[in-house]
């Protein structure tokens, strides 16, 4: 399994970005997919989940900021983030939900500066 992020970048307090995640040998549609966030110095944590039924939740720091979403069709998975701080700043990762341990890719970094 491969899932690799990209899409990360500066951008200033209260911006928007969106971060995408190509799977291979994994199909996301069959699957429950998350996006996970590691802050310097912080242990890596679930931001962002959605289930193969399509369901999603979010961890309380990201709720009404942040969207997961997939498309099916591209076995891809997004997440669209708003209102951006400066404590987002970490590099962001796709993984499974619950996460596979040998299936972190490199991740994407994102910086909000304020």
């Known amino acids: 399994v491969q899932l690799q992020a990209f899409g990360g970048g500066l951008v200033p307090a209260g911006g928007s970005l969106r971060l995408s995640c190509v799977a291979s040998r994994i199909t996301v549609s069959r699957s429950s997919m998350g996006w996970y966030r590691q802050a310097p110095g912080k242990q890596r944590e679930r931001v962002a989940a959605?289930?193969?039924?399509?369901?999603?939740n979010y961890a309380d720091s990201v709720k009404g900021r942040f969207t997961i979403s997939r498309d099916n069709a591209e076995n891809m998975v997004y997440l669209q983030m708003s209102s951006l701080k400066p404590e987002d700043t970490a590099i962001y990762y796709c993984?499974?939900?619950?996460?596979?341990?040998?299936?972190w890719g490199q991740g994407t970094l994102v910086t909000v500066s304020s």
């Open positions: 959605i289930s193969s039924g399509g369901n999603t």
């Open positions: 993984n499974t939900d619950p996460y596979g341990p040998g299936w």
